[in-house]
């Protein structure tokens, strides 16, 4: 099974990568990538991981940083409409659907 990236989910992923460089440093990029690759193959691998949070979309938070993956279960895998920072702008992701 696959997944499924929207491209500006994909955009959020490299927005947060290139904050964490720059304000903390590439280590702490690379260990945010790496927990979102961690949740991916999670996801991937069961898709009912996450709670509903509207209609079909579920979320499932990342460890160690205030992000969250909203995602929707489908037969060819898990279609991530956002990396969403979880104290901004709440709702939003609905606009992609």
């Given at each position: 099974?696959?997944?499924?990236?929207?491209?500006e989910?994909?955009g959020?992923l490299g927005?947060?990568?290139?904050?964490?460089?720059?304000?903390a440093?590439r280590a702490?990029?690379e260990?945010?990538?790496a927990e979102?690759?961690?949740?991916?193959g999670?996801?991937?691998e069961?898709q009912?991981?996450g709670?509903?949070?509207d209609?079909?979309l579920?979320?499932?938070?990342?460890?160690?940083?205030?992000?969250?993956?909203?995602?929707?279960?489908s037969?060819?895998?898990?279609h991530?409409?956002a990396?969403?920072?979880?104290?901004r702008?709440?709702?939003?992701r609905?606009?992609?659907l």
């Open positions: 099974m696959s997944f499924w990236l929207h491209p989910a994909e959020e927005e947060a990568a290139i904050y964490y460089a720059e304000h440093s702490v990029a260990a945010f990538l979102f690759e961690r949740v991916r999670l996801l991937v069961n009912a991981r709670p509903h949070v209609d079909n579920r979320v499932y938070h990342l460890h160690r940083f205030p992000y969250s993956v909203i995602y929707e279960p037969d060819s895998g898990p991530i409409f990396v969403a920072h979880q104290h702008e709440p709702g939003y609905t606009e992609r």
